[in-house]
T-cell receptor, first 108, second 118 residues
Framework: SQQGEEDPQALSIQEGENATMNCSYK?????LQWYRQNSGRGLVHLIL?????REKHSGRLRVTLDTSKKSSSLLITASRAADTASYFC????????FGTGTSLTVIP | GAGVSQSPSNKVTEKGKDVELRCDPI?????LYWYRQSLGQGLEFLIY????????KSGLPSDRFSAERTGGSVSTLTIQRTQQEDSAVYLC????????????????FGPGTRLLVL
């Protein structure tokens, strides 16, 4: 069964707004990773946050991790139309587990 | 530089036929992973190769699925007697060290093979 679950399943926002996606998981992890997948393309790694970290930034991305709640959030600030894609969280323990993804649409 | 490549990009086959999917990892990457993504589902782990160690086959859904990695580089995923439920995108990924227990390694994914079983 899948380890990670993202919500919402779909999100539509206007260009310039912020987008927040959440991920919940079930067991202990070593780290959690967020990936982006554009239609017809392979997965692209965005950011990795280790289990002893609580927040991490990379450009317009901000990731938080709450291991007590077994949850993570990905915030994309000042969204652009090019950010339209599916976003997956992947939890890393003994294996990689991917969630079902959030489909983000940024309207120009 | 060259990334992970997979072939074919699309494969249409008839139920009951065998198919082979190929993955060329990034040169020097010791770990190779196969995943499957069915429509509307998350990624499903299939199998993991790390160096010369015995592969982790715990994710293979049935004995119709097998994979090998020759010379520690190219990998082939074989599905025998395909069924319609095998239709999915099959993704291959490679990483440099491949030991998630040490804190994880970034995986680099190929574009996938879209398999359709009629």
């Amino acid at each position: 069964s899948q380890q990670g679950e993202e919500d919402p399943q779909a999100l539509s926002i206007q260009e310039g707004e912020n987008a927040t996606m959440n991920c919940s998981y079930k067991t202990s992890i070593n780290n959690l990773q967020w990936y982006r997948q554009n239609s017809g393309r392979g997965l692209v790694h965005l950011i990795l946050i280790r289990s002893n970290e609580r927040e991490k930034h990379s450009g317009r991305l901000r990731v938080t991790l709450d291991t007590s709640k077994k949850s993570s959030s990905l915030l994309i600030t000042a969204s652009r139309a090019a950010d339209t894609a599916s976003y997956f969280c992947a939890t890393v323990g003994n294996q990689f587990y991917f969630g079902t993804g959030t489909s983000l649409t940024v309207i120009p | 530089g060259a990334g992970v490549s997979q072939s074919p990009s699309n494969k249409v086959t008839e139920k009951g036929k065998d198919v082979e999917l190929r993955c060329d990892p990034i040169s020097g990457h010791t770990a190779l992973y196969w995943y499957r993504q069915s429509l509307g589902q998350g990624l499903e782990f299939l199998i993991y190769f790390q160096g010369n160690s015995a592969p982790d086959k715990s994710g293979l859904p049935s004995d119709r699925f097998s994979a090998e990695r020759t010379g520690g580089s190219v990998s082939t995923l074989t599905i025998q007697r395909t069924q319609q439920e095998d239709s999915a995108v099959y993704l291959c990924a490679s990483s440099l060290l491949g030991d998630p227990g040490l804190g994880g390694e970034t995986q680099y994914f190929g574009p996938g093979t879209r398999l359709l079983v009629l």
